[in-house]
Nanobody
Framework: QVQLVESGGGSVQAGGSLRLSCVVS????????VAWYRQAPGMQREMIAL???????NYAISVKGRFTISRDNAKNTVYLQMNNLKPEDTAVYYC???????WGRGTQVTVSS
């Protein structure tokens, strides 16, 4: 059973940085595509970054150039480095491997102007 625990969120001012972590159990991140998603209040959940098993990355236009997805195979953990944060990045952030329908509780990111 896949379990996901996201952490690292918080409240920052515009222009600040945060690094999110997602500890994955029940499947290996190194053999799966794992993505970060976010859901803002009143909005649908959207995929913003993905990392494939062979290290190919893809980003939503809204975060490209500011966010970086990476992983640590030894820790079975996926990260999202977020720089130059904007108020519109405010959301709950989740990670999920493509081979699972499980969701974690997410981590809240709040960016003030």
């Amino acid at each position: 059973q896949v379990q996901l625990v996201e952490s690292g969120g918080g409240s920052v001012q515009a222009g600040g940085s945060l690094r999110l972590s997602c500890v994955v159990s029940g499947t290996l991140v190194r053999v799966n595509t794992v993505a970060w998603y976010r859901q803002a209040p009143g909005m649908q959940r959207e995929m913003i970054a993905l990392l494939s098993a062979d290290m190919i990355t893809n980003y939503a236009i809204s975060v490209k150039g500011r966010f970086t997805i990476s992983r640590d195979n030894a820790k079975n953990t996926v990260y999202l480095q977020m720089n130059n944060l904007k108020p519109e990045d405010t959301a709950v952030y989740y990670c999920k491997p493509f081979n699972s329908n499980a969701w974690g509780r997410g981590t809240q990111v709040t960016v003030s102007s």
